[in-house]
């Protein structure tokens, strides 16, 4: 069956770094538009980064704008986050998406404190 799994989640301090990675299997991943959405407690879930399926197209929340890089590896069928320069407000469960798949990962914590 269809199953997204991410990792790579953690606490890190303000400016630092990580790396979630979204591994896929049950379907053809090459082919499917992906994204990273976030939910912070009390908000909406929203959209952090869109990757189209050969990669060549990406888009980005505002926010996150020239500190995050969405990427995938289509041979591995894994779609991944750079995030940088965290901040405080990044603290969120950060989940992956199947464009028009409709799927969705179980989501992985980020928390950014000192």
């Known amino acids: 069956q269809v199953q997204l799994v991410e990792s790579g989640g953690g606490l890190v301090q303000p400016g630092g770094s990580l790396r979630l990675s979204c591994a896929a299997s049950?379907?053809?991943?090459?082919?499917?538009?992906m994204s990273w959405y976030r939910q912070a407690p009390g908000k909406e879930r929203e959209l952090v980064a869109f990757?189209?399926?050969?990669?060549?197209?990406?888009n980005y929340a505002d926010s996150v704008k020239d500190r995050f890089t969405i990427s995938r590896d289509n041979a591995k069928n894994t779609m991944y986050l750079q995030m940088n320069t965290l901040k405080p407000e990044d603290t969120a469960v950060y989940y992956c998406?199947?464009?028009?798949?409709?799927?969705w990962g179980q989501g992985t914590q980020v928390t950014v404190s000192s």
């Open positions: 049950g379907f053809t991943f090459r082919i499917y538009d």
């Open positions: 990757i189209s399926s050969g990669g060549g197209i990406t």
């Open positions: 998406h199947a464009v028009h798949l409709g799927a």
